[in-house]
């Protein structure tokens, strides 16, 4: 491998095999050095380069860039902001029987407390229960609020 790296480096720099430097940093050398240098080929077990320092090998088929269009198209343009005078209403809820009997959902729970099916907030209270904007107490039992 030595001889052949010899060889490689008195051929590229018109030496003598005895005058040729081991290793040589290709980065540093000049572009008519560099292209006199022999192709990077694969040694015969495919393992290692067969003659370094070598050169990489030229592109087999270029491709030539082809042109394409810019495409920008514009935003469509915001809607309007709405007026709040010519808001539509939303459908009233209708109302359920509060009666202790029935429970009524419990709907966007977090972690102060929950709103039921009528839109009344339940702040939480100890243990399970929950306490109305009026003062209220209800028990809360999972997804269900129940008011006596």
Known sequence: ?????AYCL?????????????????????????????????????????????????????????????????????????DNRRAVPLPPVPKVPSSPSLPMPALNCDAGGCYDLNGVRHNNAAGNSTITPGGKLCIRNGAWLQCP
């Open 10 to 82: 008195s051929t590229a720099a018109g030496l003598s095999v005895a005058a040729a430097a081991p290793s040589v940093d290709t980065s540093k050398m000049s572009l008519q050095d560099y292209a006199r240098l022999p192709i990077c080929t694969l040694s015969a077990d495919g393992q290692h380069l067969a003659v370094e320092p070598c050169r990489t090998a030229p592109a087999r088929a270029p491709m030539p860039r082809r042109p394409v269009p810019q495409m920008v198209q514009r935003q469509p343009p915001l809607p309007p902001p709405l």
């Open 1 to 5: 491998m030595q001889r052949a790296l």
